[in-house]
């Protein structure tokens, strides 16, 4: 499945880094394959690779070379697999990482190497907006991570809810969703009374959950591996009765099927849901599931999808690699109907994409017998910027989202 | 056989000089890598070889070192030019100042409980990087604007390479005059039997936390190198399983030897990231190695020779 390919030491002298054969495409594959990450390293393998076997691996005449290298889920790792992939595998794109700090730590290789970079998953918002400018050869297929909280915020308004206390994974990626959040839904009229940050990894929430104020009318939650399995648990144990609502990893398919009956009901929003009823996704679900024995997460669509989108390149250079200053052009042009909806990209090379709104239930889907929980679409905003309906200038003047960003000006 | 020891390093060192620039993009990256790790194995090596105190904690000074040269890079753009030469003696001092002040904790206790005391200093440093948002860019970690440029390029990869072979052989040298002078041999005879030391009138506190500091000097000093090769410090360069694996790196290479640490780093660093890139099951060769060398070569890798020749002489 996965080339390796072993250049002799003393042989490859020098560091011109000119990919030769213009009818071969070489992918290198960045994703956490063994440490506490693996299993959605797995994931993200998998979307692509799916869509590789069902193209046959020729991307409009180009046959693909796709090597993958494991990341460890570390950051100064990436780097270093990075620069393996770009100096001795010569690959043309490079793709993946998966928490923001990887994103943030690839991209400057990127520009470093004059080598692209996609990031399908990474969602560290900088990297599209106030930072885009540093890395001309960087592309992002996925999402930012508050893309999905300025609709959600205002969905939340419209719920009723006047009064949230957020309870968020302290790291750069919980400020996000949070602090995305929170300027929506206070820009319609709601009021966050308290955010609690519990680290990242926090197994026992037994110091937070009876902090939450007893006068909220709704929690937002961001939780993150683990967590996301552990908190609803210790909720439900302490009584709650309120609403839960979530940033989108919370409850996506990567931890839903390990979830209970307690999460049902619980509403979180993303780009992706494995319970999208259209033909396409359904299709998707099915052929995913058939193959490696499990329903597909948004780390398996957005792969798939950007694979979907080379492709697309690929097909109109009738495939040629057109350079990378090119490459990055023409895919800033693509718009494709994707598994997860219409996806084209910005001006910052960021997804224009639909915003799903969902609630887990339990039923049955796609026609499996067995109930099962699926995060059943609710509602959809189409075709979200990251910008939202913001101003784009203004946007980026403020701070990017941080633990202290927007401050807290209704804590009680 | 004690010139025999010095000209084996020698050559391995010019073979060394001679033949990196040939191998290939990534693995001068590797081999670099592995020079920058085996002058902090190094260090611990002065402290667990020599003086008999298993740190934990050898990473705090890396990593002390690392974001001094990366924070006065990205914010300042101080140590791009030729002030890299002022960078270099401050990440030294950085890392030194540190390790004397955990040293006044640490040097108290002695094996398992100095190894807990080194254990959590070095988490207070991660905690820092990894929470300190506004100094230390927090998990993101920070990125360096390129590596300095002073007449010569060190961005060249082959060019930085030198550099760091020559900072490794300094260090080499330094720390191989540290332990057969007269201090370095009280390092020994502290470790073999403090009691008697300090009956014999020597101030073994003193000693040890010269021992101490002088090894944070050359983590600052790897630190310094660190950064520059990743173009990248993050929270995952010190966290704890940098320390585990520099203390791997001198039990597996041979403790007391010095060059054993150096071996211990190469293959380590070999094991990690080159062998990670062939064979998905790295892991339990990188397992399989520590075991192995733990039940059969206590003495480490540097420990083989001498099994041999006990061999041999058995079996005549």
Redesign the interface.
């Known amino acids: 499945m996965l080339k390796?390919r072993?250049?002799l030491?003393?042989?490859?002298?020098?560091?011109a880094?000119t990919p030769a054969a213009a009818q071969e495409l070489r992918i290198g594959f960045l994703a956490p394959?063994?440490g506490i990450f693996a299993q959605v390293g797995k994931d993200m393998v998998s979307g692509f690779q799916l869509w590789l076997d069902e193209s046959g691996g020729n991307f409009g005449g180009a046959k693909v070379t796709f090597i993958v290298?494991?990341t460890e889920g570390?950051?100064?790792?990436a780097?270093?697999?990075a620069?393996?992939l770009v100096?001795?595998d010569k690959v043309h794109i490079f793709i993946g990482g998966l928490?923001?700090?990887t994103g943030?730590?690839l991209a400057?290789?990127s520009t470093?190497l004059k080598t692209v970079y996609i990031a399908s998953v990474p969602a560290?918002d900088d990297l599209t907006q106030r930072d885009i400018a540093k890395y001309p050869y960087t592309v992002r297929t996925g999402w930012t991570s508050s893309q999905p909280s300025h609709p959600f915020g205002e969905w939340a308004c419209e719920q009723g809810y006047k009064r949230v206390v957020t309870i968020g994974a302290d790291?750069?990626f919980g400020h996000e969703v949070v602090g995305g959040f929170q300027k929506a839904f206070e820009g319609c009229g709601g009021r966050i009374i308290q955010k609690l940050w519990p680290p990242?990894g926090t197994k026992d929430f037994g110091p937070y959950i009876p902090q939450i104020k007893q006068n909220a009318d709704a929690i937002f939650t961001l939780m993150a591996g683990p967590m996301s399995l552990q908190f609803p648990k210790q909720l439900a144990a302490a009584g709650n009765r309120k609403p839960v609502i979530a940033g989108g990893t919370s409850y996506d398919e990567f931890v839903l099927p390990s979830m209970g009956d307690e999460v049902i009901g619980h509403v979180s929003a993303l780009q992706y849901s494995a319970a999208i009823d259209t033909p396409a996704n359904a299709g998707f679900v099915k052929k995913y599931r058939e193959k490696f024995g499990k329903v597909p997460s948004y780390y398996s669509e957005t792969n798939y999808t950007s694979a979907q989108m080379i492709h697309e390149v690929m097909e109109k250079t009738r495939g040629k690699w057109p350079g990378a200053a090119q490459f990055v052009k023409l895919i800033s042009a693509v718009k494709v109907d994707a598994v997860r909806g219409p996806v084209r990209l910005d001006e910052m090379r960021n997804p224009v994409q639909n915003i799903y709104i969902k609630k887990v239930e339990k039923r049955k889907m796609f026609g499996y017998e067995k109930d099962e929980l699926w995060n059943t679409v609710i509602k959809t905003y189409p075709n979200v910027g990251q910008f939202w309906k913001f101003k784009k200038q203004e946007f980026l003047k403020q701070p990017v989202y941080?633990?202290d960003y927007p401050p807290c000006k209704f804590c009680e | 056989m004690t010139m025999r020891k010095p000209a084996a390093v020698a050559a391995v060192l010019i073979a060394l000089a001679v033949?990196t620039p040939?191998?290939?993009?990534?693995?001068i990256?590797l081999i670099t890598?592995a020079l920058v790790f085996a002058i902090i194995a190094m260090s611990l090596d002065l402290l667990l070889g020599y003086t008999g105190l298993p740190s934990l904690g050898q990473a705090a000074y890396l990593g002390v070192g690392a974001y001094l040269t990366a924070i006065l890079a990205s914010r300042y753009g101080f140590g791009m030019d030729w002030t890299f030469w002022v960078v270099v003696p401050l990440g030294i001092f950085a890392g030194a100042a540190t390790a004397a002040f955990f040293g006044l904790f640490a040097i108290r206790a002695s094996g398992v409980y100095f190894l807990m005391i080194t254990l959590a200093l070095g988490m207070c440093v991660w905690g820092l990087a990894y929470r300190w948002?506004s100094l230390t860019g927090?998990?993101?970690?920070i990125?360096l604007p390129?590596r300095p440029e002073f007449g010569i390029q060190l961005a060249d990869?082959v060019t930085f390479f030198y550099l760091v072979l020559g900072f490794f052989i300094l260090s080499l040298a330094a720390l191989h005059l540290v332990v057969r002078s007269p201090f370095g041999r009280s390092l020994v005879g502290i470790r073999e039997r403090e009691l008697r030391m300090r009956v014999l009138g020597y101030n073994t506190w003193l000693h040890k936390y010269l021992a101490f500091v002088i090894a944070g000097g050359f983590g600052g000093l790897a630190g310094v190198l660190l950064a520059h090769l990743?173009?990248?410090v993050?929270p995952?360069?010190v966290i704890l399983t940098t320390s585990v694996d520099v203390l791997l790196m001198v039990v597996l290479g041979g403790s007391g030897t010095l060059v054993g640490a150096a071996i211990g780093a190469g293959v380590v660093v070999f094991l990690r990231?080159y062998l990670?890139?062939?064979v998905?099951w790295w892991?339990y060769v990188l397992g399989g190695v520590y075991v192995l060398t733990i039940l059969y070569l206590p003495g480490g890798l540097m420990g083989i020779p001498e099994r041999l020749r006990r061999w041999r002489s058995a079996t005549q």
Do not use: C, W
């Open positions: 390796r072993m250049t030491m003393g042989l490859a002298v020098g560091m880094a394959t063994t290298e494991d570390k950051p100064p790792i780097v270093r697999k620069e393996k100096r001795q928490l923001a700090p943030y730590a400057p290789v470093r560290a790291f750069a990242l941080s633990r | 033949t040939f191998a290939g993009p990534y693995p990256l890598q948002n927090g998990d993101n970690g990125n390129g990869d990743n173009g990248l993050s995952e360069d990231e990670s890139t062939l998905p892991q």
